[in-house]
């Protein structure tokens, strides 16, 4: 049974039934966690930079929401549920193992079609609505990154940008983070949405597979995006 945490207009449900049964009561991981087998978190505000120790400088959230997810994060890692996230999720997700933001490009990134390049060699569209952007914790693997790349000068940052970020052929070009992974706890989130495109498209296939690889146990595991 796969968990999904607010599915607030019925796409992300219609998107996790490809992996199995879908459930939208959260309970059931308070109750009888080992009937859960992936909780899927989904989009929406920004994630509190309380929570990763930055300061607010350009995030709009939902405390009430970050409280209520952290308790269901909480839950799930306790009982060793993989967990995955679509935009605002995956950024939750980043955030709870140790990972930070972006708080704002200053140049247009979501709102549209674009292309990603991901660490298993694959380059297809994908589609996105967010102005904020996953920067990975420690643990964290980045597997795909948007083809067009921005200027660390057009990021919104509290402090100095790890060197992950960057293209290393080009110190100052900011590769921005299309999928995170966090493979010894079973995490996986995509910044995209795949629920908004044909389930037949590229994008939303490599979700699934990697959702299937990552958290699921099922299928070779291709990490770290070159």
């Given at each position: 049974?796969?968990?999904?945490?607010?599915?607030?207009?019925?796409?992300?449900?219609?998107?996790?039934?490809?992996?199995?049964?879908?459930?939208?009561?959260?309970?059931?991981?308070?109750?009888?966690?080992?009937?859960?087998?992936?909780?899927?978190?989904?989009?929406?505000?920004?994630?509190?930079?309380?929570?990763?120790?930055?300061?607010?400088?350009?995030?709009?959230?939902?405390?009430?929401?970050?409280?209520?997810?952290?308790?269901?994060?909480?839950?799930?890692?306790?009982?060793?549920?993989?967990?995955?996230?679509?935009?605002?999720?995956?950024?939750?997700?980043?955030?709870?193992?140790?990972?930070?933001?972006?708080?704002?490009?200053?140049?247009?990134?979501?709102?549209?079609?674009?292309r990603c390049r991901t660490s298993d060699g694959r380059?297809?569209?994908?589609?996105?609505?967010?102005?904020?952007?996953?920067?990975?914790?420690?643990?964290?693997?980045?597997?795909a990154v948007a083809e067009k790349a921005l200027h660390?000068?057009?990021?919104?940052?509290?402090?100095?940008?790890?060197?992950?970020?960057?293209?290393?052929?080009?110190?100052?070009?900011?590769?921005?983070?299309?999928?995170?992974?966090?493979?010894?706890?079973?995490?996986?989130?995509?910044?995209?949405?795949?629920?908004?495109?044909?389930?037949?498209?590229?994008?939303?296939?490599?979700?699934?597979?990697?959702?299937?690889?990552?958290c699921l146990g099922q299928g070779n595991l291709i990490?770290?995006?070159?």
């Amino acid at each position: 049974m796969i968990l999904i945490v607010n599915d607030y207009d019925g796409l992300y449900g219609r998107f996790w039934k490809n992996l199995g049964e879908i459930t939208r009561d959260a309970s059931i991981l308070f109750t009888d966690p080992d009937c859960i087998k992936l909780v899927c978190f989904t989009g929406g505000e920004d994630v509190s930079p309380e929570l990763y120790g930055h300061k607010n400088l350009a995030s709009g959230n939902s405390k009430d929401r970050d409280e209520t997810e952290a308790l269901i994060f909480a839950m799930a890692k306790k009982h060793e549920v993989p967990m995955t996230g679509i935009c605002r999720g995956a950024q939750f997700l980043n955030v709870m193992c140790g990972g930070s933001m972006v708080q704002h490009l200053r140049r247009s990134h979501g709102g549209g079609h674009h292309r990603c390049r991901t660490s298993d060699g694959r380059e297809f569209e994908v589609t996105s609505s967010h102005h904020q952007m996953i920067v990975p914790g420690p643990e964290g693997v980045i597997l795909a990154v948007a083809e067009k790349a921005l200027h660390e000068s057009d990021c919104v940052y509290d402090g100095e940008l790890p060197d992950s970020v960057f293209n290393p052929e080009y110190p100052k070009e900011l590769l921005v983070t299309e999928a995170i992974a966090y493979p010894k706890l079973r995490i996986f989130g995509v910044q995209h949405h795949p629920e908004w495109q044909n389930i037949d498209e590229e994008g939303p296939q490599w979700t699934l597979a990697k959702t299937r690889e990552l958290c699921l146990g099922q299928g070779n595991l291709i990490l770290a995006i070159s």
